[in-house]
Every structure is written in C-alpha cells, then in structure tokens.
C-alpha cells in the first residue's frame, strides 16, 4: 500500500530535511505532493507543512544516500527538491506503493513549545466563538476536542436549524468564522495549533464529495489512457485528492505549477 | 433564540475583538430605502487588523455580517473607513 507523512518546518526546506532524516532517504528522492502554509495570522511566523510520499523501502536504501540526505545543508535541499515535481526517469519505482513503509510509523517530532497550552487556545476560541454565535443571533452549543499536535476543533450546536446558515454557500461563512477565531485568538508569536470549526459534520461531507470527485475523475483518466487535469482547488483541496488516490495502484497524482494557478494532476500508470 | 441581533453591535464586536485599541472602534449606522449601512472606523494603526492581508479579514467580516443579516432578515453593507 502506498503511504503518504506530512512534514512541518519553518521553511519548506526545513521540512523537507526533516522527512529526509526520518525517511532515511535523501530528500532529491521524496516527491512533495502538496505544500500548505499554516502561517496562522501575518505577522505570526510562518509552518510550511509538506504532504510527502513515502518512498517504497528496501534495496534503494543505501547508506550513502543515507548520510547525503541528513548531510545536506537545507538551502540547498530546496534546489535539489523542487524540480523533483516534474517527472525524472528514475524516480517511477521510487514511487511503487510499499506495504513495509506504511506499517512504520515514524516517530513524532519533538514538540515546540510556545507558551500558548492547546487548552488555553480552547478556553479563548470557545469563549470567542460563543460572543460571536450570539452577536449573529445563533445560539448553540460548543463541544471540543484537543489533539496531540495542539490542534483545537470545535464542534457547534447551532439551535434552531440554523446550520445550513452558519455553513454558508459552499462552507463559506464556516470558513469565515474559522478564520476570524484564529484571527483573535492564535498569539503573534508562532502556535503551533489551530483551531477548526464545524456544524453538522460539514467538513467529513466536503470531504466525501472531493473522495467522491477525485475517484470520478480518476476513473475518467482510466478511460481516456491519459492524464486528466483538475483546476482551481485550493491546497487542502489538492491535499485531499492526493490522499484518496495515493492507494491506487493504477494512477499517480502529481501536482504542477505555481499558487494560484496550480493544478493537480491525475496520471495513469502504464 | 427569541431576540433580533444587532448588525451595528455584530460589527463592533468583531473589530474591538481584533484591534489593539478597541475604545477607538466606531460603527456608525446609516439608514437608507434599500438598507442599512454600517461605516466601520478604527484606529489608522489598526486599519491593516481589520482589513487583513489582501482584504482577507474584511471579507470575513463581510461574509459573517451578511449570514447574520439574513437570519435577521436585515439588509446590510459594511464600509471600512480609511
């Protein structure tokens, strides 16, 4: 089965050399699937985080190449690693799915602490969130839950069936909410968690429909022999569809270009 | 919930939640035939807090405002004040 690890670093070369080093691969070798910068708030410092394959173990891990990626310094990681998003000859076999890789489950990287506990982010968001509910004339309910990389997610009760309101077209008014929480409540200096919304399990729903999406098109890449192009998705959008295909041994996905205008790429294997 | 919300007081509580002086947040409220608008100003340090990179706070607040508004059946537009 093929295996995919997200990856946090200040930069993206810092943590592209962190999956180096945990991989045990050089890091010319990991394919980057998606980037997403979780900068939480402008002057806030920025967390790159990377969605990175997991390369297939085994006779490709040779002690050398070892070594060259922990050695590497990480400016020049970048120069290596980028063009890596378009194809190279090599790296097909590279990228087979490996049942050994996805067994292992790497070791959490040590915590950065930041002062801001994950549960005085939560008692601010819900004390935040719930003015803000009843400024808009919404009462609700709050339930929350804390993960182990200090993530916040909240859950809203919205009373009246209000939800679809609070959702919004296309989650929009969610994702305003979301945004103005982390506006408020995340500190200036850089936190680690963030804190997440959602009301009537609409964000497991959008993810279903992108899964749903992602296998329609897949399968219509299957029946044209070549590859199909998806457009105008945002970077956790992208993230997803990687996600849902990357146990299918039949396609790659592959994402190109520059932010806006980056596309994701799905490619049958031959 | 049995009481309306108001719109002038929703933005209010957004911008003062946002900036570092709060004291100097004033929504005013104008009436007209097609609705109300609020013009929102806040302090000139604090302009980029409720603006946001590439207008993105501002949408927000927009997208908030209006959700808020149709609930309460309310026509309202948001001005930030420069």
């Known amino acids: 089965m093929a295996s995919s690890k997200t990856f946090q670093g200040v930069t993206r070369e810092d943590a592209l050399s962190r999956a180096a080093a945990e991989l045990g691969r050089p890091s010319s070798e990991l394919e980057v699937l998606e980037v997403v910068s979780k900068r939480s708030s402008a002057d806030a410092a920025p967390c790159i985080q990377l969605l990175i394959r997991v390369p297939e173990a085994g006779p490709g891990l040779d002690e050398a190449a070892l070594l060259q990626g922990f050695r590497r310094p990480s400016a020049k990681v970048v120069e290596a690693a980028s063009p890596r998003s378009a194809s190279t000859p090599e790296s097909p076999h590279r990228l087979e799915p490996a049942a050994a890789t996805s067994s292992r489950e790497p070791s959490r990287e040590p915590r950065q602490t930041d002062g801001l506990s994950s549960k005085v982010l939560a008692r601010k968001a819900e004390a935040f969130l719930a003015d803000l509910l009843r400024h808009m004339g919404i009462g609700a309910r709050l339930e929350t839950e804390l993960d182990d990389d200090d993530n916040v997610y909240i859950e809203i009760f919205a009373e009246g069936g209000v939800g679809g309101l609070l959702i919004g077209r296309q989650g929009q008014t969610l994702d305003a909410v979301q945004y103005l929480v982390n506006r408020v409540v995340l500190p200036g200096a850089a936190a680690r968690g963030r804190v997440y919304l959602d009301t009537e399990g609409y964000r497991a729903r959008y993810r279903r429909k992108l899964e749903e999406m992602a296998h329609k098109y897949r399968d219509e890449a299957l029946r044209a022999g070549k590859p199909v192009t998806l457009e105008e998705f945002s970077p956790r959008d992208r993230w997803i569809i990687h996600q849902a295909l990357l146990d299918d041994p039949r396609v790659t996905t592959r994402s190109v270009g520059d932010e806006p205008d980056r596309k994701l790429m799905i490619i049958p294997r031959r | ?82």
């Open chain 2, 1 to 82: 919930m049995g009481f309306t919300p108001s719109m002038k007081e929703l933005v209010e509580f957004i911008a003062r939640s946002l900036v570092d002086h709060p004291n100097q947040v004033v929504v005013e409220e104008l009436v007209g035939d097609r609705g109300a608008t609020l013009e929102l100003s806040v302090a000139p340090d604090d302009l980029g807090k409720v603006i946001g990179k590439q207008g993105r706070t501002a949408r927000a607040i927009r997208t908030i405002l209006s959700a808020a508004a149709l609930k309460a059946s309310q026509r309202v537009v948001l001005e930030i004040l420069e």
